[in-house]
């Protein structure tokens, strides 16, 4: 089996318009989530949420395409091109039929069928453009991708909720593993969009300022987009052509809980099984883990579930570092595991473990240690990259210091 590297990263997100000012943001510790201005949130009883603010690429790159490509596909295809151009490749360098594109969604291309909706209600009387019920389905994003760069490998798109980015470099993973590709971009995306805003909404788990993981006084979650790519090949051709190599994917663990449509399981079971197969898969024990990006979403049932996972693999008394950036760029829905994983690869690559910002009061149900509110220097290996999602998906990765040459 070949081991698989990361060699490129592309984010956009509400603290930044590509992988390099997110990540300073974050270690600055800055939070993206704010009153809404894209939208109007009068109507409704939370008026936070994160937006993508940096729109300069996103706007110019829609002038210039005019509408071939919808929302969520624009995000990734401009992500896949920055962890292309990270990874020191042009699509030129690629064998067309030998990179795919994975990608997970909640959402997919939700603000096209709001479009559509918005004017059967005003009975305009105007048909849709045909090519509407193509760009509608998820599989456009992924296809869109390969379609920009000229490649012609394969796509999948999945749909797993907020685990569906972890989902997809899972897929990707054993693809360059079991060597079937020689590189795959593999990430998660989600636009912000009204259904997905007034569903939360209506579930009553929004925060009405700020999201604050792992704190006792933690009152919800907050929506938010992005989209987060990682490009994946394999670890001997990243070294032969002297890649830098931020990351290695070295095990991906999936479960299921079947507990409930939008509640964990009390014990944490099935975040507790996929904890264990990726970890089992990567042939690590819990000694050697040194750092966990959690799933943290900010609320009271989520984090303490996590909490509780975490606390019987690596013991009552664990003092891992356990971070949650959905502190700061809110719940990026499809796109949360994949940011998440980007900056878990990041956090490894440069040393540096990114806060949990917002924290205020200890909650002895939660991890003891969440890198409460400040960034700071990390010396550690071996990282556990958590997204546990509605219908009972749940999903770990385990990502280790790339070897550099």
């Not at 994160?50 to 995000?75: C, H, P, Q, T, W």
Request: hydrophobic content about 40%; proline content about 4%.
């Amino acid at each position: 089996m070949n081991q698989v590297a990361v060699t490129g990263l592309g984010v956009i997100c509400p603290l930044g318009g590509d992988v390099e000012s997110s990540w300073q943001a974050m270690v600055e510790g800055k939070v993206g989530v704010e009153k809404l201005r894209l939208m109007d949130p009068t109507p409704y009883r939370v008026k936070v949420g994160g937006e993508i603010k940096d729109r300069g690429r996103i706007e110019d790159f829609e002038k210039e395409y005019g509408g071939k490509y919808e929302r969520s596909a624009v995000l990734s295809i401009l992500a896949s091109q920055e962890a292309l151009e990270k990874s020191g490749l042009t699509p030129a360098d690629l064998e067309p039929k030998r990179v795919g594109s994975f990608f997970g969604t909640t959402m997919g291309e939700v603000q096209l069928a709001e479009r559509l909706s918005a004017e059967h209600t005003k009975n305009s009387g105007q048909k849709p453009a045909a090519d509407c019920f193509h760009k509608i389905q998820g599989s456009h994003i992924a296809f869109s991708v390969l379609d920009y760069l000229g490649l012609s490998g394969p796509t999948m798109v999945f749909s797993n909720a907020c685990a569906s980015g972890n989902y997809a470099i899972g897929w990707g993973f054993e693809q360059i593993r079991q060597g079937l590709l020689d590189g795959a971009f593999c990430g998660g995306v989600d636009a912000f969009s009204r259904v997905a805003f007034t569903g939360f909404n209506r579930l009553l788990s929004l925060t009405p300022d700020k999201c604050r993981p792992f704190s006792a006084n933690r009152k919800g979650l907050a929506v938010s987009e992005g989209v987060g790519v990682l490009f994946l090949e394999n670890l001997e051709s990243a070294k032969s052509r002297n890649a830098h190599v931020y990351a290695e994917i070295a095990g991906c663990g999936l479960g299921m809980d079947a507990f409930h449509m939008t509640s964990p399981h009390p014990e944490g079971a099935g975040a507790l099984d996929s904890i264990r197969r990726a970890m089992a898969q990567a042939q690590i024990s819990p000694q050697d883990v040194d750092f966990i990006s959690a799933h943290g979403t900010g609320t009271s049932a989520n984090d303490k579930t996590e909490s509780i996972a975490i606390k019987k693999v690596f013991g009552q008394d664990c003092r891992i570092p356990v971070d949650s950036i959905k502190s700061m760029i809110g719940h990026t829905m499809g796109a949360a595991s994949a940011i998440e994983a980007a900056m878990t690869c990041l956090t490894l690559d440069r040393g540096i473990l990114l806060p949990t910002m917002n924290w205020e009061v200890p909650d002895e149900n939660c991890v003891a240690d969440c890198v409460p509110n400040q960034s700071r220097p990390f010396q550690g290996r071996v990282a556990l990259s958590n997204s546990f999602a509605f219908g009972g998906n749940t999903s770990c990765l385990v990502i280790s210091k790339g070897e550099n040459t």
